[in-house]
């Protein structure tokens, strides 16, 4: 029957189109998603700053073999972690309980690209991952020799509890913190402080100097992210108006760390700013800026004797490659970020006709130099010879 017809029935109209709808398929809103995979703009970086080398945490890296051994350490910490609670009677069978009550709201934090395992493995992963980092934060803030349980330096494990694909929802690290607080001393700090606290001594920092006003986080690398940001919006306002001189008195002042650890960080970073079109890119900004000065391994060597950056990666070149990248690939959405004055001084300056004479000369020092040389010879024999004729 012609639906334009007019004696098509009202019923038989709104039969048609719920049919049609039925047949399409529903396009999932990712914003309900707080743990996603690495976005196609960045497909391209190396596996190390992505993949965990250590240890997994969530279910995307949980059946790669090289993490496996790790998981004995975790077993440690989750013993350490159940001798808190035992004499509430606080074991296993309530701890699986209560995290099988999370476990549909846990899928839904993750991207429908992860391959979720069955319920009974989620909730064993949930118990064993979740412990092992509470229990983590808990030994380091109470001073204990944590250090030889762990098979690893800790920057190696903060790196891999700080990769996009390697999260756990914040939520249930802060179930689990909370379950297992009763009848800690009433001092303790909130699970966000000891989490920082923890996440901050790789960089050679006091965790005095990160923000711990960080509302509901959606997971570590969030809150570790969010920590670094203004926290006003008059901060805000004034980072969007930063001017060059200052940016470059802070970078002296402060230099930025140049290592591997560092580097697989700040990508990760930028890796969650795109997943999330809300949220600022000041990371994306960051990485953005270092790309237009950051060319070539001698660029490396410049900006670390003008103290801008200090430490050593072991690959810089791949390094810059993929900053350069992320540069080619994200600088067009930036122009509304706090830097976007200095991306357009810099591409002005090296498009300029000085720094091009300049790069001719720096390209061709020794042909330049052996030249200059030349005509200084040739000055001088004809100016020796004209001075002792006239005396």
């Not at 909730?123 to 204990?144: A, H, I, N, P």
Request: proline fraction near 6%; include cysteine; charge should be neutral.
């Amino acid at each position: 029957m012609d639906p334009l017809n007019p004696d098509y029935s009202l019923q038989q109209i709104v039969a048609s189109v719920e049919a049609r709808l039925n047949r399409c398929t529903v396009i999932p809103d990712t914003r309900t998603y707080t743990i996603c995979h690495f976005p196609d703009v960045l497909a391209g970086v190396e596996d190390w700053v992505r993949s965990p080398r250590l240890a997994s945490f969530g279910p995307c890296h949980c059946r790669k073999g090289q993490l496996l051994p790790f998981e004995e350490c975790k077993s440690t910490f989750l013993n350490k972690f159940l001798s808190r609670t035992q004499n509430l009677e606080r074991g296993v069978p309530f701890y699986v309980r209560e995290l099988s009550n999370l476990k549909d709201e846990t899928k839904r934090c993750y991207s429908p690209k992860f391959a979720m395992p069955p319920d009974g493995e989620l909730v064993k992963m949930m118990l064993s991952d979740g412990c092992f980092t509470v229990e983590l934060f808990r030994q380091y803030d109470e001073d204990t020799d944590f250090m030889s349980h762990l098979p690893c330096p800790i920057p190696t494990l903060i790196s891999d509890l700080l990769k996009l694909e390697n999260q756990l929802p914040f939520f249930v690290l802060e179930k689990l913190f909370m379950w297992s607080n009763v009848g800690q001393r009433a001092s303790i700090r909130t699970l966000p402080d000891l989490a920082l606290r923890f996440l901050s001594q790789a960089f050679c920092k006091s965790s005095e100097m990160v923000c711990h006003d960080v509302q509901e986080p959606k997971h570590l690398l969030d809150l570790f992210r969010r920590s670094l940001l203004p926290t006003t919006n008059s901060d805000l306002h004034r980072s969007k108006r930063y001017d060059q001189r200052h940016s470059i008195q802070s970078m002296r002042s402060r230099p930025s760390p140049f290592d591997d650890f560092t580097n697989a960080v700040l990508v990760n970073c930028v890796a969650l700013e795109q997943c999330f079109p809300d949220e600022s890119k000041h990371f994306t900004a960051y990485a953005c800026f270092m790309s237009c000065l950051l060319k070539q391994p001698e660029d490396v060597g410049y900006l670390r004797s003008a103290d801008i950056i200090k430490g050593v990666s072991q690959d810089e070149t791949s390094f810059i490659n993929m900053l350069n990248s992320i540069g080619t690939n994200l600088r067009a959405t930036l122009r509304e970020c706090y830097l976007w004055k200095q991306f357009r001084e810099i591409h002005s300056y090296y498009n300029s006709h000085w720094a091009s004479i300049r790069r001719t000369l720096l390209q061709h020092n020794d042909f330049m130099y052996f030249t200059f040389l030349q005509i200084l010879v040739a000055i001088l024999s004809w100016c020796l010879p004209a001075a002792s004729t006239g005396s």
